[in-house]
């Protein structure tokens, strides 16, 4: 990435625009930012972090109000614009800061939102405005996220140098947002879950174990003595309870067969009680069969006389149909003879009849020609009626076109009544019209007056807001001034608290080095063999390097303080001189001349209010004067329309008088009365020849079919009788040869025909034969199931057959019980069972994930977590750039190396830094280097890591860098070998900035941008 333009406007200290041109400077590819304190070096930075990424290089810098600057004029919008190139594309991104923004509108300030614009200018496909979407394609164009770009990119104020002091735990908290590496962590708290999961699992199958045995005990007294044995494991417990369960289960089974067998002899027992039961019921049956049929037999001899009897009605009874059918032929042909005779009578009158209506029928084609000739004559009637109705109808008609017209007369004569009056009435508004417009030409020139006024009054406005605001910023300076008196006390205690144990500390460490002094042998510090004041005089107590770094926390934390205060001081100190240029001289006046300004206004605006209503009235009245010359145009339409109305009544009437004239003629003076009356009696007398004409051919049709059914009567009776003749004869026939042959005469089978209760007597017959059948059979039955020759005495039977019962219960329930009981054992030893094997296989998963856990945690020798391991790599490549920076900054010297001895207890180590001194052959800590050797060491440390990440990212191109102070604490040959490295990423190809007020820097590097600060803000300066 290649910065070429930067463009600030109303940002930080920056009250205006201001830009520089970085495709000059990349040129030099070495260059200064200079400037006082606070004049708003570190904005630089800041403003290109925030155009990327939104947030800006500092922590303390973040918050959206403190980005606008208090130098700003209104009109002016807070943003920042940032020109880059990556990979030979060139992109372009504006981004607004989230700012207050005073509105005209509502005459005062709102918050306006964060937002930004995003293109390519090689490509310009459009332009991104959304900031989730223009964030993400920072990220992959410059492929580094915020943390990285910082630690490549910016290496802020006193930031970079954390890295080198820091403990292991803060550089992995460093690192893994560098690098990424929160997966690592995940696994070693994924690890460490699993494994508390596993001892959860473990304790709760010993909580279960420990219930089943106490379950067990519980029920059995061999088992409590089994259970409650301390000293039996749990693998020996589940053996002994196999072995109880089998022993016990064999016992059952053994009787579980004896009660097999008790059941056999009970189930025996039941079926010999039954089986005698059942014949004493057989034989006391037989008994009652053998009684009903004795009583049965003694009726024997009247039933066969009913028999006999039976018979010969039976035979007599064969012929009856025969008889019927004989007497019935003859009854029917003596009643078919008299119909004969009937009908042939009825015929002959029939006849009779229907030649009278034939002779009848012929008038009814007379009187059809005479009702057709009536209903002519009823037409002409109806026809006059109609024409005498229509004249009627004319002549409403003619007497309705008569009253229209005169109505039509009326109407116009009030229709030019009307347009008279509002002819007058248009005149008497236009004269009021022209007399208020002389009025509204004056409200031109108090329009100007009231913009200008207006305005004025505004500007007083606005001041007065400015001037309360510079009493209350006042005031807030005063409180903070105070503060920061009470601060600045406070900082010096801690500061010579801190350099007093400091020192001390250094001390400690020095007589540490005197007590390890041998003779002839160098100093691990100097060199020297020689050791003329290598005794101490006296023991001596020293801090702790706790207690120093302690007060140096102390310390640090009231130095921030006071900065912080020492930098909201300044800002206040602005935001009064940019309120006091805005303020006039004679500040206590503004408010009276607000009031006076503010009643002249009022008095013109209701000056230009009453115009404006005059000006309402004017149009009003104008827009009455077009209504009235509508209304007028609307009537005078009226008028014409009017006129053409009453033409055309006049032509209708004309016609109607003509027409009605007409049918005067024709009807000669007629009545509609007298024609409905005559129309009446025609109708009448038609009517009365239809009734006639229907009533004759009714009645010719009634006669025929009469006549015509008789004549069919007749013949099918004759049929009949005919039929019965021939039946009668065969009946008879067949009769008498059954009298013959049984040589009996008709009498005698009459009265054979005629004995009563036949039915009763044959129920009787039919009723003792079933019976007799079915107590025979019963006791044929009887005599196959019967085996024994007497009663059986079952009391004896019983009373043996309950005592089987009983014993048999009660054995059946105990075993019932002892199975329930061995199948709910069984059930626990198998949950106990189950829950042993869950113990063992989870004990096992424990162990090995506790192992890997504990790995992976830096809990074991070596005390390197597996993230801390990962990280440690990423480490090592950073110390093998970051010395051969050191080694020529120092002179091949110093060597940055990790600490690898491991720490004290559980503390997790693996990232800890040493420094090889090659003087003295000795590693020391990092922290007792000077002030310049840690900036030198920081500043390798940093470059270093800038490299790695550049690598780790997938080589990303960072062809810019700036590095925020730190310069101050070199001497002349470390500041001259700092730029030497500098220089090196200089021919490398990278542009690097330097911020800093150090001196000896500007003799050094020839592109500077100095930045100046005045009373209305800073301002940028460049320098070749």
Do not use: W
């Not at 947002?177 to 508390?196: A, G």
């Not at 008879?732 to 013959?740: I, N, Q």
């Not at 192992?851 to 990423?874: I, M």
């Not at 470059?943 to 002349?972: C, P, R, W, Y």
């Amino acid at each position: 990435m290649r910065i070429k333009q930067l463009d600030i406007q109303a940002f930080g200290p920056f009250g205006g625009f201001e830009s520089i041109d970085f495709k000059q400077i990349n040129k030099k590819q070495l260059f200064l930012i200079t400037g006082n304190t606070g004049a708003g070096k570190t904005t630089i930075f800041d403003s290109v972090c925030f155009a990327l990424y939104g947030k800006t290089s500092g922590s303390q810098r973040n918050e959206p109000e403190n980005l606008r600057s208090h130098f700003a004029i209104e009109e002016l919008d807070t943003y920042v614009r940032l020109i880059f190139e990556v990979n030979k594309e060139t992109y372009e991104i504006k981004r607004y800061p989230k700012q207050q923004r005073y509105s005209k509108r509502t005459k005062g300030y709102v918050s306006k939102n964060q937002t930004i614009e995003f293109k390519s200018l090689n490509q310009p496909t459009g332009i991104l405005t959304k900031i989730q979407e223009v964030d993400q394609k920072i990220l992959e164009v410059i492929g580094l996220t915020y943390e990285q770009f910082r630690q490549i990119v910016m290496l802020p104020q006193g930031e970079f140098q954390k890295l080198l002091t820091s403990k292991s735990d803060d550089k992995t908290e460093i690192f893994r947002k560098i690098f990424q590496t929160e997966s690592f962590e995940e696994f070693q708290n994924r690890l460490f879950e699993k494994r508390n999961n596993a001892f959860k699992q473990i304790e709760k199958d010993i909580n279960q174990l420990e219930l089943i045995k106490k379950q067990l005990s519980s029920s059995s007294e061999p088992l409590s003595l089994l259970l409650d044995n301390e000293a039996v494991s749990y693998e020996d417990m589940i053996k002994e309870l196999d072995s109880y369960l089998q022993k016990q289960q064999v016992a059952l089974q053994i009787k579980k067969d004896a009660l097999k067998e008790e059941e056999v002899l009970l189930n025996q027992a039941r079926q010999s009680y039954q089986y005698n039961e059942q014949q004493n019921k057989y034989l006391d049956e037989q008994a009652t069969l053998k009684q009903q049929k004795h009583s049965l037999e003694s009726q024997s001899q009247f039933i066969e006389s009913l028999k006999i009897e039976l018979d010969q009605y039976e035979q007599t009874r064969a012929h009856v149909i025969t008889y019927q059918d004989y007497v019935n032929s003859n009854e029917e042909i003596n009643r078919l003879n008299i119909m004969v005779e009937a009908l042939h009578k009825q015929l002959s009158e029939a006849k009779q009849a229907f030649l009278q209506a034939e002779e009848a029928q012929k008038a009814v084609t007379t009187l059809e020609k005479e009702r057709d000739n009536q209903r002519n004559i009823e037409s002409d009637l109806k026809r006059e009626l109609q024409k005498l109705k229509d004249l009627k109808n004319d002549e409403a008609e003619f007497t309705r076109f008569n009253d229209e017209l005169e109505q039509l007369e009326k109407q116009s004569l009030e229709l030019n009544k009307d347009v008279a009056l509002k002819k007058k009435s248009q005149q008497a508004l236009e004269e009021t019209i022209k007399t208020s417009e002389l009025k509204i030409k004056q409200i031109g020139p108090l329009y100007q007056t009231i913009e200008t006024e207006t305005n004025e009054q505004k500007k007083l406005e606005e001041l007065s807001q400015i001037y309360d605001t510079y009493i209350k910023e006042k005031e807030s300076y005063s409180q903070l001034l105070s503060k920061l008196d009470i601060e600045d006390k406070t900082f010096k205690e801690t500061r010579t608290i801190y350099e007093t144990t400091k020192q001390a500390y250094h001390h400690s460490l020095v007589d540490v080095l005197r007590k390890e002094l041998v003779d002839n042998e160098p100093c691990p510090v100097c060199g020297s063999t020689n050791h003329p004041q290598k005794a101490l005089t006296k023991e001596r107590s020293f801090p702790t390097k706790e207690e120093v770094m302690k007060a140096e926390s102390i310390y640090l934390e009231s130095l921030k303080q006071k900065e912080r205060l020492e930098t909201s001081l300044n800002e206040k100190r602005d935001v009064i001189l940019a309120l006091e240029l805005k303020l006039p001289n004679e500040k206590e006046s503004i408010s009276n001349d607000l009031e006076i300004k503010k009643a002249h206004v009022n008095k013109i605006k209701q000056e230009i209010t009453n115009l404006e209503h005059l000006r309402e009235t004017i149009e009003n009245q104008n827009r009455a004067v077009k209504s009235l010359l509508n209304q007028i145009e609307s009537i005078n339409h009226s008028v014409h329309q009017n006129e053409l109305l009453k033409a055309k009544s006049q032509e209708k009437i004309r016609k109607q008088n003509e027409l009605i004239l007409k049918y005067q003629n024709e009807l000669k003076n007629k009545d509609d009365q007298m024609v409905v009356l005559e129309l009446n009696t025609i109708d009448e007398q038609i009517k009365q020849i239809e009734q006639t004409i229907k009533t004759l051919n009714e009645d010719h049709r009634k006669k025929e079919l009469i006549y015509k059914e008789v004549e069919l009567n007749l013949s099918n009776t004759k049929k009949r009788a005919e039929e019965q003749q021939t039946k009668n004869k065969q009946s008879k026939r067949v009769l008498d040869s059954f009298l013959e042959r049984k040589q009996m005469s008709l009498e005698t089978f009459k009265q054979i025909l005629s004995t009563k209760d036949i039915k009763e007597k044959q129920q009787k017959v039919n009723e003792y034969t079933k019976k007799e059948i079915e107590l025979q059979t019963s006791l044929n039955k009887l005599m196959s199931l019967i085996t024994i020759d007497q009663k059986v005495d079952l009391e004896t039977l019983k009373e043996s057959l309950f005592s089987l019962e009983q014993s048999f219960k009660h054995n059946q329930v105990a075993i019932q019980n002892e199975g329930f009981y061995l199948e709910e054992t069984a059930k626990r030893v198998v949950e106990f069972k189950t829950t042993y094997d869950s113990y063992i296989a989870y004990g096992k998963t424990f162990e090995r994930i506790k192992r890997l856990s504990d790995l992976s945690r830096g809990l074991t020798y070596n005390k390197v977590s597996f993230e801390r391991y990962v990280l440690s790599y990423f480490f090592d490549q950073i110390l093998r750039k970051a010395n051969l920076k050191l080694a020529f900054m120092t002179s091949n010297r110093y060597y940055l190396k990790r600490k690898e001895d491991k720490s004290r207890g559980n503390q997790t180590s693996g990232l800890d830094l040493q420094i090889y001194d090659r003087n003295t052959t000795r590693v020391r800590d990092v922290e007792t280097l000077s002030g310049g050797e840690t900036f030198k060491a920081s500043l390798c440390l940093a470059l270093g890591l800038a490299e790695v990440i550049k690598e780790t990212s997938g080589g990303i191109e960072m062809d810019t860098m700036f590095i925020d102070e730190g310069f101050g604490t070199l001497d002349q040959e470390s500041l001259d070998q700092a730029i030497d490295v500098l220089m090196n990423l200089n021919e490398e190809g990278r542009i690097v900035g330097l911020i800093s007020h150090v001196g000896d820097l500007k003799s050094v590097i020839e592109t500077q941008i100095e930045i100046e600060v005045s009373k209305t803000g800073s301002t940028i300066r460049k320098e070749d």
